[in-house]
């Protein structure tokens, strides 16, 4: 609540006349921007949990192309379609590397034809599917390890998370500040 120079309280417009959100245009963009990219994160991570086991059924697949970074493969599955695939990485606004695995190793696995546990992901672009197990051109990649490892990968991300937010609530408030003081520079 804003006061006027004659005493009076005003929410909506300041001395100079100008309403509350033109005045904290910074402080607003800022949490705007933060509080979107941290609700996605969640979001995606909430809506593509790690599956339990007996959920997973293995479905033949013939890897056609393999990329550095997510998703990682584009697939042919058994009914002739194609389908865009990632090993478990933390979903993140950038493409990310799938570390578990030599690069080498990887490429190695383009042609060759085997099973993999594929879910469908939520919430991500471009749409695709998640592998959880992967048995293809001498490479296995078996749920249990990839679960144990997506699992240790995920407590280090979230600690980035965390970061992140102390950062943007640091951001916010320094953006406060810069309006507030833009505030106290235009009154009369």
Not at 51 to 74: E, F, G, K, N
């Amino acid at each position: 609540m804003d006061l006027h120079a004659s005493g009076t309280a005003n929410s909506v417009t300041a001395a100079d006349g100008r309403p509350w959100w033109r005045r904290r245009w910074l402080t607003l963009l800022a949490a705007s921007i933060q509080g979107l990219l941290a609700g996605y994160l969640v979001l995606a991570y909430q809506l593509n949990p790690v599956p339990d086991a007996r959920d997973l059924q293995p479905q033949a697949v013939t890897v056609v192309q393999v990329q550095p970074v997510s998703p990682h493969l584009l697939l042919r599955l058994a009914d002739g379609s194609t389908a865009l695939a990632e090993l478990p990485v933390h979903t993140s606004i950038r493409p990310k590397r799938y570390e578990d695995l030599p690069w080498a190793a990887q490429q190695g696995l383009a042609g060759c034809t085997g099973t993999a546990s594929l879910v469908p992901m939520q919430a991500v672009s471009p749409p695709r599917l998640r592998a959880w197990s992967l048995d293809c051109g001498g490479v296995q990649l078996p749920f249990a390890q990839v679960r144990a490892q997506f699992l240790a990968s995920d407590a280090y991300w979230r600690k980035v998370f965390f970061g992140y937010l102390l950062v943007a609530l640091g951001f916010t408030a320094f953006a406060r500040w810069l309006d507030h003081r833009d505030e106290k520079g235009r009154k009369p």
